[in-house]
């Protein structure tokens, strides 16, 4: 089958990276706050934030790759994702996000065709 998906507006619907607990799933996995953006799998893209916790609920305690924008290197990267309760915090990913209109992709990242 093929899936055909409309990627306009892509640039909002996204999830940013808003702070990140030590030791937690996402700091392990590198994540850092003001500056990801989680865009999703690649069969899933987080247009919500229940999108993404619920990518970390099917996928507790394995790991999922994730495609992360970065706004200051303009580059998007696989990160891996072992989303668990067991890391001695709260929630699977141990970190805050936001979505929405003031969580955008900065200016700056949109006249870009950025690098992976």
Aim: charged content about 20%; hydrophobic content about 40%; overall charge negative.
């Amino acid at each position: 089958t093929i899936k055909l998906d409309n990627y306009g507006g892509a640039d909002e619907r996204l999830v940013r990276v808003l702070d990140v607990q030590d030791g937690s799933p996402a700091s392990v996995a590198g994540l850092e706050k003001d500056k990801d953006f989680m865009l999703g799998t690649t069969t899933q893209s987080f247009s919500s934030s229940a999108i993404l916790a619920a990518v970390l609920e099917d996928h507790a305690d394995q790991i999922v790759e994730i495609y992360v924008y970065n706004s200051d290197t303009d580059i998007v990267r696989v990160v891996a994702l072992l989303p668990t309760v067991s890391w001695g915090g709260a929630g699977l990913l141990g970190a805050e996000v936001g979505t929405g209109y003031l969580h955008r992709l900065p200016n700056s990242c949109r006249s870009t065709i950025g690098r992976s």
